[in-house]
């Protein structure tokens, strides 16, 4: 057994009280081996990882009982078993980076901004490989670059991180943890926020590092089809404790524990079945609604500048002759990789970004260029719903200021009172508590800040909302409750979504029509249920391939 976690606790100081992250959980891993840990946020997966790498803060977590036994493979290829809860901290360093690495979930603020990636990566062959003379440990470092499939990995040894997509800097951070090639990597959901094709790139890359190296992982993650993907056992986390454990096979088609089929029960397979057999949304064979939105030859384009004079010498299509059809009281689907110009679309839609040429009819109207003076009646009646609350809702102002404003703005509710009478029913709509209304967003989970987000849509009482990424970095039951409240929503108010995903599962429950963009153009569309299995784009079976799934039958 390489890692031996016996009886695990560890405790965190926060507010002056103790904190039990991690209960007493016990579980192994074998050389060669993938273990799949999976529970919701705050159940305590990436704290039993930090545990057992060793890199909590000391002055916030202690460990008053529990054993992580790892067996050291040494220089000389001489093997101990260490436990590293009791090892000195030089012990501990001269471990990490060397034999046990860490993935982390974010590789934005795990990198250093300052330090090209190339730096980065020396720095860890500077410290566990001293015998490299300096020559030797810039090639190396190319090597891993390399070995990651990064492109023109002599160049971009010496970039920035900020001059690396998410998806490549995502490989830096795989070069850094396997540059001394360790026997164990710990996975911090290192694919949460990427594209589908990225990930089944980074997974297909992770896998093969694994099979040529014989490492061991430690995979922590919520997303259940890269557990059928990657995984070989499968450990579920709930408040600390690990509720279950056993092959993946077991656990997802058989599982035992009351919490561990919850989770299964909202993945977004399940939920379509669920939906399928109570019966369709909407009557089959009703005459489709007229469109609400339009789009004819939709083009936004971006002026690329260089030199001095700042001249512009070419363009970047973000969004390149769209045309585009969006019933009333219907659910779109836009799904694509990054860059392909979604989002663009979506906040093109709704004036936040002005085409470049094409036109924009709303109910009819022609938006495309209406001064903004013009464009406050149609701000009430379209929305957007943003891919982090956190960072769109307004930190100093309670929930009720956040609702209540844009209904001052616009002249909804005769006073504050009544207005602040149609925020608690909105909260209640989206299912929070009324007194969330006198609280600010740090004081909320992730799911309730875009609860939040949705309720902030809605008080304007709108006929169409782009809901940009809303499900993308949530846990699988709290992504099932985001979306049965917007399903719901839809059927009660007619209301009309631009749906912009990668989840293909998100798709397949949620929307009526789907269109899939490639480059800034829309190269598939039709019913969603027809493309999801029978799609006749070339990059639409490439996109639908790269799914990671769980098989339910």
């Known amino acids: 057994m390489l890692l031996e976690v016996k009886n695990l606790q560890t405790h965190l100081q926060a507010g002056g009280r103790t904190v039990t992250a991690v209960d007493e959980i ?39 009982g529990g054993q992580i036994l790892f067996q050291e493979r040494r220089a000389d290829g001489s093997q101990r078993t260490v436990d590293m809860l009791r090892l000195p901290e030089a012990e501990r360093r001269r471990i990490r980076g060397a034999r046990m690495s860490m993935i982390f979930q974010e590789p934005m603020t795990s990198l250093n901004p300052v330090f090209t990636v190339g730096e980065q990566i020396m720095e860890v062959l500077r410290l566990h490989r001293s015998d490299l003379s300096e020559a030797e440990t810039r090639e190396r470092a190319i090597e891993a670059l390399a070995q990651v499939q990064i492109p ?39 694919t949460t926020a990427l594209d589908v094709t990225v990930q089944a790139e980074i997974l ?5 590092l694994q099979d040529r190296n014989g490492m061991a992982m430690l995979f922590i993650t919520h997303d259940f089809g890269v557990v059928a993907r990657m995984g070989h056992r499968l450990g579920v986390m709930r408040l600390g404790r690990l509720v279950e454990e056993g092959t993946v096979q077991q656990v997802l088609h ?44 939709l083009q936004i384009h971006f002026p690329v500048r260089k030199g001095l004079m700042r001249r512009v010498v070419d363009h970047v299509r973000a969004v390149d002759g769209v045309s585009l059809d969006i019933p009333k009281g219907q659910v779109l689907a836009l799904v694509g990789e990054s860059g392909c110009g979604k989002t663009t679309l979506g906040r093109a839609i709704i004036r936040l970004l002005e085409p470049t040429g094409g036109r924009i009819l709303f109910a009819g109207e022609d938006i495309t260029r209406l001064p903004a003076s013009a464009m406050k009646p149609y701000r009430r009646r379209m929305q957007i719903i943003f891919q982090d609350p956190m960072s769109s809702l307004n930190p100093r102002l309670t929930v009720a200021a956040t609702l209540t404003e844009p209904m001052a ?73 985001v979306l049965q409240i917007l399903s719901r929503l839809t059927r009660e108010r007619g209301l009309t979504l631009l749906f912009i995903t990668h989840n293909i599962g998100v798709v397949e429950y949620l929307a009526d029509t789907m269109a899939v963009m490639y480059q800034g153009r829309v190269v598939e569309q039709g019913e969603a249920r027809r493309i999801c299995r029978q799609p006749e784009h070339e990059y639409t079976k490439k996109l639908l ?9």
């Open 26 to 64: 016990s579980f192994g891993i074998e050389r060669g081996e993938t273990f799949c840990l999976v529970g919701e946020s705050g159940s305590g997966k990436s704290v039993t990882a930090l545990s057992v790498i060793q890199l909590l803060p000391r002055d916030i977590s202690h460990h008053p």
């Open 545 to 553: 391939s790269a799914v990671p799934r769980v098989t339910l039958d």
């Open 409 to 481: 703005v616009h002249g909804i509710g005769k006073d504050r009172e009544e207005r602040l009478a149609m925020a608690a029913q909105v909260l209640e709509q989206v299912q929070l508590p009324v007194e969330s209304l006198w609280r600010y967003p740090h004081e909320f989970s992730g799911g309730q800040r875009q609860r939040i987000g949705i309720a902030r849509a809605l008080v304007l009482e709108p006929s169409f909302i782009v809901c940009d990424e809303v499900t993308s970095a949530l846990d699988v039951s709290v992504q099932a409750e």
């Open 254 to 297: 058989r599982p035992q524990h009351a919490y561990t089929r919850q989770l299964i029960d909202a993945l977004p397979e399940n939920l379509s079945r669920r939906r399928a057999a109570q019966g369709p949304a909407r009557a089959a064979g009703k005459t489709p609604e007229a469109p609400l939105i339009r789009l004819q030859d």
């Open 152 to 190: 023109h990995p002599a160049e971009r040894v010496d970039e920035f991180p900020h001059r690396l997509s998410g998806g490549q800097r995502q490989r830096v951070m795989i070069a850094m943890a396997m540059a001394c090639e360790p026997d164990l990597l710990i996975a911090d959901e290192p």
């Open 204 to 208: 297909r890359l992770m896998r093969e």
